[in-house]
């Protein structure tokens, strides 16, 4: 679909029908997980609340970019280990293929409201945007569950594109509760310029940046420790404290957080 596509026109009453509809579902969990193509990821330990990825091989950018080196695709997590064995492969691309499903949007609102009301989502922790319709969907998502905090990291600028056309004709709002973080795609980029005022940004190995994430210093018990402590520690010592914590920082779901930097792994 383009930005001229007249089905645009009706977002806001396309957004009434949705929320309408997921209060009013009759969708069960299994039912949510099987539209969906698994459902919802539990995360990890480390980092607050639920999340929901596709396959790291259908990025429109970023299987560009993985070709490419010195950019932050070409050493992806999501495009080794574990994810390149061919079950997992598949169950990812399960979940790409998933998004045409005309109940999807439904199903992982549904989801969404039972298992990370009240506590922090993240989006694409694998791949990322496949197309307009695909975030407007995000969009829907968020608004119908408005106690969950979500954010979006992407690297999808055309389609940041296209959807500020709609929010500059007044058929979109970004929802309150969304961080959309446009992704820059190079070690030690600095963050995208000229955006639309409601995204942010992220940047790895950014030399000028602020500040840093600190969950590479955050132990299991949510301290963050110094730099010269971290490099002083032998590595069972590292192994025993279990860094890599998000511990109460949630800057990454902050709007009021321009920036993210994140060291490259």
């Known amino acids: 679909m383009t930005t001229t596509d007249t089905s645009f026109l009706n977002f806001p009453l396309r957004l009434s029908l949705f929320i ?9 969990v299994k039912t949510c997980k099987a539209i969906t193509g698994g459902g919802l990821g539990k995360g990890n330990t480390k980092m607050p609340g639920r999340t929901y990825g596709i396959s790291a091989w259908r ?24 994810y390149r064995f061919r079950n997992v492969k598949d ?20 989801q969404i409201r039972r298992y ?3 506590e ?38 055309t389609i940041i594109r296209q959807l500020e056309k709609l929010v500059v004709a007044g058929q979109v709002t970004i929802p309150s509760n969304l961080c959309i973080r446009v992704s820059s795609h ?25 500040d840093t994430c600190e969950a590479p210093r955050t132990d299991k018990n ?9 490099k002083a520690y032998t590595p069972q010592e590292k192994k025993d404290l279990d860094f890599g914590h998000c511990g109460d920082c949630r800057k990454c779901w902050d709007k009021d957080v321009n920036n993210t930097n994140y060291d490259s792994h």
């Open 59 to 82: 990025c429109i950018t970023g299987s560009k970019l993985a070709e490419i080196a010195g950019s932050v695709c070409s050493i992806c997590y999501a495009r080794k280990g574990n």
């Open 222 to 230: 949510a301290r963050v420790h110094t730099v010269e402590d971290f």
């Open 20 to 28: 309408e509809a997921v209060n009013n579902s009759t969708l069960n």
């Open 120 to 157: 922090e989502f993240r989006w694409q922790d694998t791949g990322d945007l496949q197309s307009l319709e695909h975030l407007l969907m995000i969009i829907m998502i968020a608004e119908a569950t408005p106690s969950t905090d979500h954010w979006l990291p992407t690297r999808e600028i």
């Open 186 to 210: 190079f070690n030690g980029q600095k963050p995208w310029r000229r955006l639309p005022e409601w995204c942010n940004t992220s940047t790895v190995d950014w030399e000028d940046a602020p």
């Open 91 to 110: 169950a990812f691309l399960v979940r790409a293929d998933s998004l045409v499903h005309p109940l999807w949007a439904e199903a992982m609102a549904v």
């Open 116 to 118: 990370s009301s009240d």
